[in-house]
T-cell receptor
Framework: DADVTQTPRNRITKTGKRIMLECSQT?????MYWYRQDPGLGLRLIYY???????NKGEISDGYSVSRQAQAKFSLSLESAIPNQTALYFC??????????FGSGTRLTVV | KNEVEQSPQNLTAQEGEFITINCSYS?????LHWLQQHPGGGIVSLFM???GKKKHGRLIATINIQEKHSSLHITASHPRDSAVYIC?????????????FGKGTHLIIQP
């Protein structure tokens, strides 16, 4: 099993629908992050969490919410999806100030 | 605002060539990460550097703190090295607020 697992891998949804992207990790890392990747823009931070009780907004949090259900699980929700949220989404973990481990990504298309 | 700039954006080379990808970063970034993203989309962490040089197989990463510059070198390049290489910076304090990413270098190694 992968250290950081994202589900689903691909998703097509309609404008206005609520959608949840899930991330789970077996690394035991405290820090978890959600990023989105857009062509030409690189990766940008949406939300991050240091532990279950700590949630922080990143650079582009508008239109998104998160839930840290347990140390190992960090979910990203789009309350009402819109087409410009079409992107590749990555979950990542970090222990302390060390290196990062990324999930395989979720390709989301909003039509 | 923390910034990371990469060059070149695109690089095509012949198998066996020595490859260099450059990354410049702004004040406030204390460590550099080099990441690899294959066409399938997944991101793998290659190196994390705050000083000096690191080597793993045919990959070498260097950082010059005074000049705020890092390089990723690939020796004896091979078509399987074809990928997008991304440099990313963490801020002082261990990068608790996530990574600042460059826009990536798309590398193609032709047989």
């Amino acid at each position: 099993d992968a250290d950081v697992t994202q589900t689903p891998r691909n998703r097509i949804t309609k404008t206005g629908k609520r959608i949840m992207l899930e991330c789970s990790q077996t690394k035991g890392h405290d820090r978890m992050y959600w990023y989105r990747q857009d062509p030409g823009l690189g990766l940008r931070l949406i939300y991050y969490s240091f532990d279950v009780k700590d949630i922080n907004k990143g650079e582009i949090s508008d239109g998104y919410s998160v839930s840290r259900q347990a140390q190992a699980k960090f979910s990203l929700s789009l309350e009402s999806a819109i087409p410009n949220q079409t992107a590749l989404y990555f979950c990542a973990t970090q222990q302390g100030s060390g290196g990062y481990t990324f999930g395989s990504g979720t390709r989301l298309t909003v039509v | 605002k923390n910034e990371v700039e990469q060059s070149p954006q695109n690089l095509t080379a012949q198998e066996g060539e020595f490859i260099t990808i450059n990354c410049s970063y702004s004040v406030g970034i204390s460590a550099l990460h080099w990441l690899q993203q294959h066409p399938g989309g997944g991101i793998v962490s290659l190196f994390m550097l705050s000083s000096g040089k690191k080597k793993h197989g045919r990959l070498i990463a260097t950082i010059n703190i005074q000049e705020k510059h890092s390089s990723l070198h690939i020796t004896a390049s091979h078509p399987r090295d074809s990928a997008v290489y991304i440099c990313a910076g963490t801020t002082s304090g261990g990068g608790a607020d996530g990574l600042t990413f460059g826009k990536g270098t798309h590398l193609i190694i032709q047989p």
